[in-house]
């Protein structure tokens, strides 16, 4: 099946700095979203991008299909975007099944 | 409109106990889907539903059971738990067009086996 990889898996900065995670994957891919899962565990959806740019905020994405990867930004760090960032992935071949990066933990200190 | 809800929010059972949990979507999806995050994992595909009255297996389905009972709800059985299930247990629901809405998950169920 597909792989997903993130990179890093740790990530520690102080709050008003930016940064990007990474998002690669195996194989061609027909949807691809980014998501934050928050200290308390909920999971909130950023993010649907199997190409192009987007931008919400102080996040934006960008998926190059051809190249097989995917960057997440954000800009002027606060200590609300501490969690875990997943990105996720399903192939050409799957119509159902999205398979999970083990995420970015990403921690803004004050 | 409650988006994805589930019950119960936490649960300890006892090695070779039984239990069911449950997921109810309001936003009238079709599919629904159920994962199983492990710490420094990933969610885990389970088990999941591409419409009432089909269900398929996912990455991680042994041990386990799930029945669509109608277009809102879906529901996850453990028949005879293991130490092994300890994890956290999300629900999720995508509409049809993900490009504009994503993917909705419930808040998790976090189960313990001793």
């Known amino acids: 099946g597909i792989q997903v990889e993130q990179s890093p898996p740790d990530l520690i900065l102080q709050e008003g700095a930016n940064s990007t995670l990474r998002c690669n994957f195996s194989?061609?891919?027909?949807?691809l979203q980014w998501f934050h899962q928050n200290p308390w565990g909920q999971l909130i959806n950023l993010f649907y991008?199997?190409?192009g740019t987007k931008q919400n905020g102080r996040l934006s994405a960008t998926t190059v299909a051809t190249e097989r990867y995917s960057l997440l930004y954000i800009s002027s760090s606060q200590t609300t975007d501490s969690g875990v960032y997943f990105c996720?992935?399903?192939?050409?071949?799957?119509?159902?099944?999205?398979?999970f990066g083990k995420g970015t933990l990403l921690t803004v200190n004050p | 409109n409650a988006g994805v809800t589930q019950t119960p929010k936490f649960q300890v059972l006892k090695t070779g106990q039984s239990m069911t949990l449950q997921c109810a979507q309001d936003?009238?999806?079709?599919?629904m889907y159920w994962y199983r995050q492990d710490p420094g994992m990933g969610l885990r595909l389970i088990y999941y539903?591409?419409?009432?009255?089909?269900?398929d297996k996912g990455e991680v389905p042994n041990g386990y059971n799930v029945s669509r009972l109608n277009k809102r709800e879906f529901s996850l059985r453990l028949e005879s738990a293991a130490p092994s299930q300890t994890s956290v247990y999300f629900c999720?629901?995508?509409?049809?067009?993900?490009?504009?809405?994503?993917?909705?998950f419930g808040p998790g169920t976090r189960l313990t086996v001793t």
């Open positions: 996720a992935v399903r192939g050409g071949g799957s119509n159902y099944k999205l398979t």
């Open positions: 194989d061609s891919v027909n949807n």
């Open positions: 991008i199997p190409s």
């Open positions: 936003m009238n999806h079709n599919s």
């Open positions: 539903s591409a419409s009432e009255g089909t269900t």
């Open positions: 999720a629901s995508p509409p049809a067009a993900p490009r504009y809405y994503g993917q909705y």
